[in-house]
């Protein structure tokens, strides 16, 4: 079974200039997380969808993220435009539902962002 | 709120010796606990979870973890630790009114050989 894939791995931008990452869950899979992960910390939820629609997007910095799941598949979070401060590393996961039993989460690689 | 503290920030064990890794949580209700594990340039694996039953839960590659209710804790244990271990590992609560993942901030294991 593949597992949930990410793209790119790398990205190095200046400051002010925008960058969007792609995330492919695991197949079936209904539930998609992005999560950020600063150096030296735990990855902290940005978004999470439902299929297509935003269960919790409490977190996400509205004024410069922003993400969609189109057609309830694959992911993209957008920054726009990006500051240093996030510099992170972004995870992508995917679980199968809600439910108790479905709710493990399966993590992507992530992708190394880096903001000069 | 719900939340998650790994006191130790970097551990250091030689190969073959016992580890033991430190988490306390703070949840309102019945908390659901995950352990999970981080190579570096990887994502995070789970390596097991606690939902009720049984306060030891066993994990793969031979990781067990203890739920202590009293002590709102949940530590993760190896009898003996292999080089591939050396990872970063992160305690996460959530729990049936939540659905939220709550990370610690992990700890980093170094081993020895």
Do not use: M
């Amino acid at each position: 079974e593949a597992g949930v894939a990410q793209s790119p791995r790398y990205k190095i931008i200046e400051k002010r200039q925008s960058v969007a990452f792609w995330c492919n869950p695991i197949s079936g899979h209904a539930t998609l997380y992005w999560y950020q992960q600063i150096l030296g910390q735990g990855p902290k939820l940005l978004i999470q969808f439902q299929n297509n629609g935003v269960v919790d997007d409490s977190q996400l910095p509205k004024d410069r993220f922003s993400a969609e799941r189109l057609k309830g598949v694959d992911s993209t979070l957008k920054i726009q435009p990006a500051k240093l401060e996030d510099s992170a590393v972004y995870l992508c996961a995917s679980s199968l539902g809600q439910g108790l039993a479905k709710n493990i989460q399966y993590f992507g690689a992530g992708t190394r962002l880096s903001v000069l | 709120a719900q939340s998650v503290t790994q006191p130790d920030i970097h551990i250091t064990v030689s190969e073959g010796a016992s580890l033991e890794l430190r988490c306390n949580y703070s949840y309102g209700a019945t908390p659901y606990l995950f352990w999970y594990v981080q190579s570096p340039g990887q994502g995070l694996q789970l390596l097991l979870k606690y939902f009720s039953g049984d306060t030891l839960v066993q994990g793969i590659k031979g990781f067990e973890a203890e739920f202590k209710r009293s002590q709102s804790s949940f530590n993760l244990r190896k009898p003996s630790v292999h080089w591939s271990d050396a990872a970063e590992y992160f305690c996460a609560v959530t729990g049936a009114g939540s659905y939220q993942l709550t990370f610690g901030k992990g700890t980093k294991l170094s081993v020895i050989p």
